[in-house]
């Protein structure tokens, strides 16, 4: 049972503050002037409320031991069961704001600006709120899992949230990439790259969480914290610093030629 915060991950919380903080401000420098400040926004956020719950985690405040103990009548009396295990709850708090975010910056890639209302905005809305309640659903239901002593109440919630996790990949790999191929191969070549890039950083979460402490107990907590820093900081910073530049870039071009 693991209950008590190491040194190392401790260490490993502080590497994620500390490289979160410096991606936000990363984020603002390089998409300074950029005509579309959405995505400097929405990356900028991602990595700010990143580097809050990473502080909260490295000072001890995001995390909450679940314990559960069974009575039992032995020959030597009654006899307890204890059964616990310490939760980075903040992890979950970060990504039901923080993946809403990175799905809207990748979403407004491929979507063309709207220029009236009618049944064109309806769709839009209803395509943005469908992958947005999906991915909060994701996250909540993964959280159910991690906060579960019960296995078979554990792998339950964890199937229900990778059925959400299928859902949004669904939908940002079927409507919205067809969506962006009609916008021109520039913008289709920079939603396909992000999308993969995304894709796969996304499909280590679920694998992380069936290995660690949450899930089977394969690996030690230790590494799961580092392995958890080290993905969460390539898919906020990371993919941040791709997204603003690669729209910057896309800005740019489309600017000369035009003056052209």
């Given at each position: 049972?693991?209950t ?15 490289g ?21 926004v ?25 314990s559960?103990?069974s ?25 039901v ?7 809207i ?12 209302g ?15 309640g ?6 909540l239901?993964?959280l ?9 109440h ?8 990778c ?5 949004v990949?669904?939908?940002?790999w079927g ?7 009609e ?6 070549a ?7 890039i995304?894709?796969?950083l996304?499909?280590i ?7 660690g402490?949450?899930g ?8 799961e ?6 993905i969460?900081?390539t898919?906020?910073?990371g ?6 530049t ?15």
């Open positions: 049972m693991e008590i915060m190491t040194s190392s991950q401790e260490t490993w919380l502080w590497i994620g503050t500390a979160m903080a410096l991606g936000a401000l990363a984020i603002q420098v390089v998409g300074h002037g950029m005509k579309e400040s959405h995505h400097r929405t990356s900028f956020f991602v990595c700010a409320i990143a580097a809050c719950l990473y502080l909260l985690m490295a000072q001890g405040q995001g995390d909450i031991i679940v559960k103990a009575l039992a009548l032995t020959p030597l009396g009654v006899g307890a069961d204890i059964s616990a295990k310490l939760v980075y709850f903040a992890r979950y708090i970060d990504w704001f923080t993946t809403p975010l990175l799905l910056g990748l979403v407004t890639v491929a979507l063309k600006p709207l220029t009236g009618g049944e064109q905005t309806r769709e839009r809305l209803g395509l943005i709120g469908g992958i947005i999906a991915d909060v659903m994701m996250i239901t993964g159910f899992g991690a906060l579960s002593l019960d296995s078979t554990k792998y339950v919630w964890f199937i229900v949230s059925g959400f996790f299928l859902a990949l669904a939908l940002i409507p919205v990439r067809a969506t962006a191929a916008q021109g191969a520039e913008t289709a920079l939603y396909n790259k992000l999308l993969a995304l894709t796969v996304w499909f979460y679920p694998i992380l969480w069936i290995l402490t949450e089977t107990g394969a690996i030690s907590l230790n590494t914290v580092a392995v958890f820093t080290i969460d900081l898919a906020k910073v993919f941040g610093l791709l997204l603003v690669g729209i910057k870039k896309m800005s740019g071009s489309s600017a000369a030629t035009t003056n052209a």
